[in-house]
């Protein structure tokens, strides 16, 4: 194998379809989903479908980030095949991810300074955009240095928002209060999440039939074209159906902006904490 100047990898949770990850040379380093029947490696043995099933059938499942150990591992590894790395994690106010990277480097010695340690500042597909742009700006020449530089500035331009049918999940997870999960159930209102600062925020609620409502949000999410990039969307989703998943792309090709429309699964992860029908579309700005 030869050996790369610059190798980039992320979290799984970045929802990146396999064909992605080969086509930028992403590598992924894997969480793990902790259920009544043991603990399983996310995507690999246990998958988004596998995970919605099991607490839909009353089960439990908790996702666990790649500890110390796990990360020392994984990063030499991948050292063997490049001479720096770049790792991407999910962001360090959602996910242990960034805080166990940080305490291997502090174990690894000399190798820790062929590694440069990103924060996305987001999750899912919003954590693959960036890891596609550290890709490419590697396969540019750019320095490891400068590329790090380049995605402090362009995590900035993420838009990452997911609808979703209710608060359950939610509520399981501490992402909402009793209070709104009562509100959501007594009126059928349906979630909308954000991440702003590293954080996932309520940013309203859509109320109705819940196709129409995901309809509205992904309307909405792409009405002002102007501040956005053209080069590529994300429908990251959870559960959704086929109809589902074909309502959002209808509405994305019909907008006629978007140069590449991505649908990709979320990950086992993801999924335990935001539940079925959960539908996210995930861009950058200008």
Known sequence: ???????????????LSDS???????????FSVVTDSGCFRDCDEITSMNVLELIEAGG?????APDTNECIRFFTEKLKNCEELIHITMSSEISYSYRNCTEALKIMGDDAKRIKLLD????????????????????????????????????????????VRNA????????VSEHIKKICDLFGIHPLLEIKNGKIHLKRFWSGNYENA?????????????NIDPERVFITHAGCTVREINAAKKILEKNGKFKNIYVT??????????????????????
Request: hydrophobic share 35%.
């Open 120 to 163: 996305s500042g987001t999750l899912s597909t919003g954590t693959g955009h960036i890891a596609i742009r550290a890709s490419k700006l590697a396969s540019e020449g750019k320095t490891s240095d400068e590329i790090i530089e380049d995605l402090k500035a362009y995590r900035s331009r993420v838009s990452t928002s997911f609808l």
């Open 265 to 286: 699964e979320a990950s086992a992860t993801v999924s335990s904490n935001c539940g079925p029908n959960t539908i996210g579309i995930i861009f950058i700005r200008k």
């Open 214 to 226: 995901e309809i509205k949000y992904i309307t909405s999410s792409v009405s002002k074209i102007e």
């Open 168 to 175: 359950d999940y939610l509520f399981a997870n501490g992402k």
């Open 60 to 64: 439990s499942a908790r996702s666990l």
């Open 20 to 30: 992605l990850l080969d086509k930028y040379g992403i590598g992924i380093i894997y």
């Open 1 to 15: 194998m030869n050996r790369r100047k610059i190798a980039v990898t992320t979290d799984c949770t970045s929802d």
